[in-house]
């Protein structure tokens, strides 16, 4: 009874499945509307999150893969939800997200992760260069926002980003979770590096430019930031359970020391 309460407060997600396109338009329109207007101080559940995140992912499913423009545009679209839950939390009533309070952002990118994972094994090839690109456009934006948290001095940017990589290490780079399928995880050993590299580097430009008394002191930060999104890769090194993920997580770490050690 409580879990159908809670997924009675958000739109219906079904109409993500039509066979018309302008129907899931009109719906997910509806879902982004929806997102926008709630108050900050009453985060989304997971259960909600999780059958948007569900509808979303039927939808991108149903979109037509012929048309490269306009799939990159759904999927920016998705990925920019992510925008959405950050500024919610920058919202919220409290100064400080502690360990007990509800992120938005948090609850949101846990979800995706967990709906990816669950639904990877019955991505059929006309469809799987959709989802990859979906997984590369979350991680770009969620390296984005994260270092643009150290970049302005965000309040408690650390906590924040360190929630993000507890989440990270239990879904796509967990060692050992065999929930997360292996071709999850190497997609995203695939792009970590290139994706990290490219935000670290637009945001040190951002503080260049922006000409702050404390500019070093924040590009210093930022790159501190990048190295900790590598800790991650790391532990993958060393304990993931399939050699194949050891091999490419030594990989990007070796890529990683020429593109971002070399920011320094």
């Known amino acids: 009874?409580?879990?159908?309460?809670?997924?009675?407060?958000?739109?219906?997600?079904?109409?993500?499945?039509?066979?018309?396109?302008?129907v899931r338009r009109a719906c997910l329109n509806t879902i982004m509307?929806?997102?926008?207007?709630?108050?900050?101080?009453?985060?989304?559940?997971?259960?909600?999150?999780?059958?948007?995140?569900?509808?979303?992912y039927v939808g991108l499913y149903m979109h037509d893969s012929r048309y490269a423009l306009s799939v990159q545009s759904l999927v920016a679209e998705l990925a920019g939800t992510l925008r959405i839950?950050?500024?919610?939390?920058?919202e919220s009533t409290a100064d400080e997200l502690d360990s007990q309070s509800?992120?938005?952002?948090?609850?949101?990118?846990?979800?995706?992760?967990?709906?990816v994972c669950r639904e990877w094994s019955s991505i059929d090839?006309?469809?799987?260069?959709?989802?990859?690109?979906?997984?590369?456009?979350?991680?770009?934006e969620l390296f984005n926002l994260t270092l643009g948290l150290v970049s302005t001095g965000e309040p408690a940017s650390q906590h924040r980003i360190a929630r993000q990589l507890q989440i990270l290490e239990i879904w796509p780079l967990s060692p050992r979770e065999r929930k997360v399928p292996d071709g999850m995880r190497l997609h995203v050993l695939d792009i970590w590096v290139?994706?990290?590299?490219?935000?670290?580097?637009?945001?040190?430009?951002v503080v260049d430019e922006s000409g702050q008394s404390d500019g070093e002191e924040k590009k210093v930060a930022l790159l501190a930031t990048a190295?900790?999104?590598?800790?991650?890769?790391?532990?993958?090194?060393?304990?993931?359970?399939?050699?194949?993920?050891?091999?490419?997580?030594?990989e990007a770490i070796k890529l990683a020391e020429e593109k971002i050690l070399g920011m320094s």
């Open 1 to 22: 009874m409580a879990q159908h309460a809670e997924a009675a407060t958000i739109p219906s997600v079904k109409d993500l499945a039509s066979s018309e396109a302008s």
């Open 33 to 56: 509307t929806y997102l926008n207007d709630q108050s900050a101080s009453s985060p989304l559940t997971l259960t909600e999150c999780l059958q948007i995140w569900r509808g979303f």
């Open 85 to 90: 839950m950050n500024e919610k939390d920058r």
């Open 102 to 115: 509800k992120s938005w952002l948090d609850t949101w990118t846990a979800a995706f992760w967990e709906t």
């Open 125 to 140: 090839q006309w469809r799987m260069n959709k989802v990859l690109l979906l997984v590369r456009f979350i991680v770009r």
């Open 194 to 205: 290139e994706e990290l590299a490219g935000q670290l580097s637009a945001a040190q430009k």
């Open 227 to 250: 190295k900790a999104f590598m800790a991650p890769l790391d532990k993958l090194s060393k304990e993931a359970l399939s050699k194949g993920v050891k091999l490419r997580a030594k």
